[in-house]
Structure formats: C-alpha cells, structure tokens
C-alpha cells in the first residue's frame, strides 16, 4: 500500500470519530502548550534580568564584603568613606568609584507618604552607572563634603509625594528629616511587577547621620576598559583584604552577577519544562489508549483487510499515522495556543514572555514522538492480528 | 494438464484451545481446477470453515501440503502469503463484511489498494466490477442504504476486482431471504462460466448445493 493510502484511510478513521478524536488531541494540545508558555515565561524572566543588568552600564565592579553568593545572608559591613580613596589610588581615578549604603525609609510631603529604599551615595553614581535624570541636577562633591541635605527621586516617588506639582527645589521629608529636591531620575520601568522608580538618592554623609551608621554597603567601580575588569578585581580585594587583615571581599562583575542568575533561571524554566512535560506524558498515554480502543472496535475491519491483502506492515502503518497524526495535529495546535498565550500573559501582566524559536520546534518533535512512541503498541497489535479470528469477532 | 487453481494433499489442522489439542482437520485431500464450481457441504463442526481459511490462505495448515496456483504456501512468508490472497483468491462471507463508512465504489476497490493500483485505475475497475454485478446505479452508496442481495453482490465485485483464480464463499447466501439468495447463486454460476474462476461454496443449504457441479461432503474434519 502507498503510504499517501495509509494516510488518507487514517485521516478518514478521525474524522469519522470527530469528538473522541478531539478529546484525545486536547490532551495532547494542553501538554505542548504547558511547554511553550512555561518555557517562554522563563526565557522571558531571564531575558528582562539580563536587560536589566546589562542596563546598569557596562565594565562595572560591585565590591561588597563576604563572599558573593546569592541566597547567602549579607555580611555585615566594615567598609567606610575612606575606602574610595583607597580604591581610586587601585584605579588610578577616584571619581570612578562610587558608594551606596541604602535603608528603607518613609518618605513625605504633607500626608502624602510612601516607603521607599533611600541610598547614600557620593557624586561618582553618574560616573559608574547609567542612570540619566529627566530634570535638574545630581548630588555634588560638596553635597557630600557639607553633608547637605539634599535628594534626588525616582519618578514614581515624585509621583507619590508631589502628584502634579513640580517637585524641584521643594521640601520632602525622608524618616522625618527634610531634604530639599533637587533632581528627578528618568524613568526605568519596571521589573516582574517591581517597580524601579521608587529609588531616592541622598549624599552619602547625610544618609549615615540619617541611618546613624558609619559603614557603607558596598562600592561599585567602572573600569577604564573591558580589558582592565579583571586585573582589578583581585586588585580591589587584595587591597582591602590588606586593610582590613584578611578579611573576605568579593569583587564581581555584570557578567558574573548574570551567569549566577541565569542559571538559576535556566533551573527553573527547566523544572517548569519539565512538570510541563508530565502533562504532555499523560496526554501520550491518552492516545495509546483511544489507539487500543480503536484497534479492538475495527477487528474485524483489520481482519477484512488482511483478507484482502493487507499486509502486517499495511495495517501497523494505518494505525500508526492515525496516532501520529493525532499527536502532531495536537502539537500543531498547541503550539499556536502556547504562542499566543504567551503574547497575552506578556501583554496583560506584569510577566515578561520571550518565544525562543527552539521551544515550538522541539515541542512539536516530541509531540510527533510521543505519537510514534504511543502509538507502535497498539499499531503492532492490530498488524499482528490473526484474520481467521479477527473476522469472526462481532 | 494444467496446473489446479488450488490443491491440498493430506492437510491437517489443530488447534490449541485451554491446553486441549482439538484436530479440525484430521489428512484432507483435494484439488480444485480452473473454472471448477464446488460446493463444500456437511454439518457445523465438520470442518468446512477450517477448510476455506486454509485454502484462502488465512491460516496454514499444521501439516500436509497445500498449494496455491503454483506456489506452495508453507515456503512463503506472511507478506508474501498477503500478496497471494490479493492477487489470487477473493472472499464473499456470509456476513457480507463491507466497511460501513466507505461507499459501494471504494469498497469494492479496497484489494486494489493492497495491490498498489493508482487511485484513478482502481475507480474505473471497480466501477466495472459493480456493474458486471448490475450495480451500476449504486456505486456512491453505503452499504446501510443497501438492501442485503445488493451488499452481497457489492461484495462479489469486490472479491472479483483483482481478477482472482479462485473464489471462495462462506455460506453467501445465510443472511439473505430465497430470492435473493438465488440470484447471488445464478450470479456465482455465470462468473465460473464466464471468466473461468474456479468457485468454492461453503453452505449448509442444499440447494444452493445443488447448483455446484461438484459437491465435496465433509464429516468430523475428513472429506466423505
């Protein structure tokens, strides 16, 4: 028999049991569209981390104490203002190191309050980070030098505190203390339903009077060139590991900081993939069972056949086409609906979705394997009935 | 002499059933010639059925020789042994045994899809096939809009469209009333005078019997 025969009879064999043929594809259709939303949702987080961090500039250092690991409790810090020096002397240019000690504070205008994450920095933020002002000016030397209280606010917090009205050179007060504005961030959007515009940013003296600390959190280094990023790593920490007498620090790199959450992202798409793929399972193990149930209603069908010259193979064919087909019919649909939802939950919630072009392609070839690989039992049984028998069954 | 349309020597079949051996068959001979009518009769159990399963080759016999045309079954595979039976016997069954969803036209050109005929060529035979049995009218039906002398005859077109040596039908006229049953009977006897198939006729009615030149009488699994 040709096997555009086989296929014509298969087709035929589904369309002649149009709502079982459906129920059992629908399984199959939810099992691959499991995969390619899930695996979409979790290329779409890791993507919007990367642009994220790829966003903050580039042949940047976060030095921070302890070691670096995420998950792990920060170590308290012991660094200090005299560390930029310290540092800038290892660069070669002081105004390449900027500071950040941060604490979450109320911030407020009249009654209008929100609590936000305050960060204490020196003047050389602009410098290190890409991190542009929509209006007025960023904190100076002499902001730090003289202590001054002065803020720069995320778009959100302006929005927050001040509604409608131009919020520079105005008062806002921050843990009760007044700080007058003197610029305003440009907008950065949000993240997985954060949103980054609630930062406000205070000369670094000030915030440690304010939180009534004298450490820092860390320190963050632009290095001249790509080349430099890694000689000044073990740079940066041997010098204050010499400081500080041996104590731990790590110095890390964008790269670093997205290899560590790549692959805990990588992990979790896996894992979504993977209990995605338990459902594509269960909707195999529905074809293998509608086959068998299809098999025993058309013995005598088969037997006819191979009365008539069906050979084994003939009969095995028309039966495995008819799973293939239901399984990849299924994919094919369930690929179309796994894409579009995708797009919807991308659209509609905070949740950002990336289409990786593999993700269709292998659900689509193990929706044809799972056909091949559920559907050769059943198949073989009906090739290697006996016709005498089959043809007496009523 | 020219070599029998089907020839079986001291065949024997048993059978296993609940580990109790049961011999249908117990060493039958016979020869059937090109254009032969035959009919096999003689009482349920006898061992007609056994018989026409083996000398359709459905099954094979345990023992003994059995030989097709000029091809001994027991040296051919079971590809080989489907290509046989397509080419060289057609089946008419008491039950008629015709696929509900297909039309008259299609189920009549199954075999040839077996055979690898191109879809064109096997309309055209088949339609030939239905109107030599004068259902010319009937082709775009299915069998459900069928009387049963129609399915039957639906069904000898169909076992007639590979243009088989032999013709073998099990109890064809059971399920139809008398006149039917007697023009599905003067329909297998103008085919052996017309195109020399040799036809074999399993049935417990003596009429229909009666109408075959030969009668082969069978009792518990020999040849009387």
New interface residues.
């Given amino acids: ?2 096997a555009g ?1 086989a296929f014509r009879v298969a087709l ?1 064999a589904l369309v ?1 049991n149009k709502l079982r043929s459906s129920l059992t594809m629908l399984g199959v259709v939810i099992g691959v569209a499991a995969v390619v939303v899930l695996v979409a949702l979790g290329a779409g987080a890791k993507h919007e981390v990367e642009q994220q961090v790829e966003g903050l500039g580039s042949n940047i250092i976060i030095v921070v104490p302890g070691k670096f690991e995420l998950g792990s409790a920060p170590t308290i810090s012991r660094l200090t203002l005299d560390d930029v020096d310290l540092l800038g002397r290892v660069v070669g240019d002081e105004r390449r190191v900027a500071v950040s000690v941060a604490s979450g504070e109320n911030v407020s205008v009249g009654r209008r309050e929100t609590f936000v994450t305050v960060n204490g920095v020196n003047e050389n933020v602009p410098n290190v980070f890409d991190r542009p002002l929509a209006r007025g000016e960023y904190i100076t030397a002499s902001d730090v030098d003289t202590r001054r209280r002065v803020a720069v606010l995320g778009s959100t917090v302006v929005r927050r505190v001040f509604g409608d009205v131009d919020p520079l050179g105005r008062q806002v007060s921050i843990a009760g203390v007044r700080f007058r504005v003197i610029g305003v961030f440009a907008p950065v959007g949000s993240t997985f339903g954060v949103d980054r515009d609630t930062e406000v940013h205070i000369p670094v003296t000030a915030a440690q009077r304010l939180f009534g600390v004298d450490r820092i959190d860390a320190l963050a280094v632009k290095a001249p060139r790509a080349d430099d990023v890694e000689p000044l790593q073990g740079k940066l920490t041997a010098a204050l590991r010499d400081k500080y007498d041996g104590e731990e620090f790590s110095a890390v790199t964008q790269t670093q900081i997205l290899g560590t959450i790549g692959r805990i992202l990588g992990l979790l798409t896996l894992v979504l993939a993977a209990i995605a793929a338990i459902s594509l399972l269960v909707g195999g193990v529905g074809v293998s069972n509608i086959m068998l149930v299809s098999v025993r209603e058309r013995t ?2 088969i037997g ?11 009969i095995l064919l028309q039966f495995l086409i008819e799973a293939v087909l239901l399984c990849v019919v299924g994919g094919l649909i369930g690929i179309g609906l796994g894409v579009g939802s995708s797009l919807l939950v991308a659209a509609v919630s905070p949740l950002p979705a990336v289409i990786a072009w593999w993700s269709p392609a292998l659900a689509f070839t193990v929706s044809a394997a799972v056909g091949v690989f559920f559907g050769v039992a059943p198949a073989r049984r009906a090739g290697r009935l ?3 028998v089959a ?1 007496r069954t009523e | 002499m020219s070599s029998p349309a089907v020839e079986a020597v001291d065949v024997r079949r048993s059978y296993h059933l609940d580990g109790v051996s049961v011999e249908a068959l117990r060493g039958v001979s016979l020869r059937i010639d090109p254009g032969e009518y035959v009919a096999v009769v003689g009482p349920s159990g006898s061992g007609k059925s056994t018989l026409m399963h083996l000398l359709g080759c459905l099954d094979r016999p345990t023992s003994g020789m059995l030989r097709v045309g000029d091809r001994d079954v027991a040296t051919l595979g079971d590809g080989e042994l489907a290509g046989l039976r397509n080419r060289t016997i057609g089946f008419v069954f008491q039950s008629f045994q015709l696929l509900g969803r297909t039309t008259a036209l299609d189920n009549v050109a199954l075999p040839l899809v077996y055979r690898g005929v191109r879809r064109a060529e096997r309309r055209e035979r088949a339609e030939a096939a239905l109107t030599a049995v004068g259902l010319a009218h009937r082709l775009g039906h299915r069998p459900g809009q069928l009387s049963g002398g129609e399915q039957q005859r639906v069904a000898i077109a169909r076992a007639l469209v590979g243009e088989p040596g032999l013709l073998l039908a099990d109890e064809p006229t059971g399920n139809l009333d008398t006149g039917s049953g007697a023009e599905i009977m003067a329909l297998l006897d103008g085919l052996v005078r017309d195109r020399g198939v040799a036809v074999v006729v399993v049935t417990h009615d003596p009429e229909v019997a009666a109408l075959a030149r030969r009668r082969v009488r069978m009792r518990d699994g020999l040849i009387e």
């Fill in positions: 028999m040709r025969e035929g002649a005598r069908e006819l056949r191979k009365a008539l010259g069906a050979r084994q193979r003939d006996d016709p005498v043809l």
